[in-house]
């Protein structure tokens, strides 16, 4: 899987990750996968600057 694939991957899942826990943010699981999608969707940015700095 080349890095191009590997972005638009943790895109859509920190996207799904976003809105299943958006949704039912009421329970507790709910802001943790709010979080987590939070951080998948900061994934690419870092990746990025991994791969430009190596």
């Known amino acids: 899987m080349d890095d191009l694939h590997l972005m638009i991957v943790l895109l859509i899942s ?30 690419p940015i870092v990746l990025k600057m991994m791969i430009e700095l190596a």
Request: charged share 15%; proline share 0%; aromatic share 16%.
């Open 14 to 43: 920190g996207f799904l990750l976003l809105g299943i826990g958006f949704s039912n943010r009421e329970k507790e699981w709910g802001i943790w996968l709010t979080g987590l999608g939070t951080v998948s969707m900061f994934a």
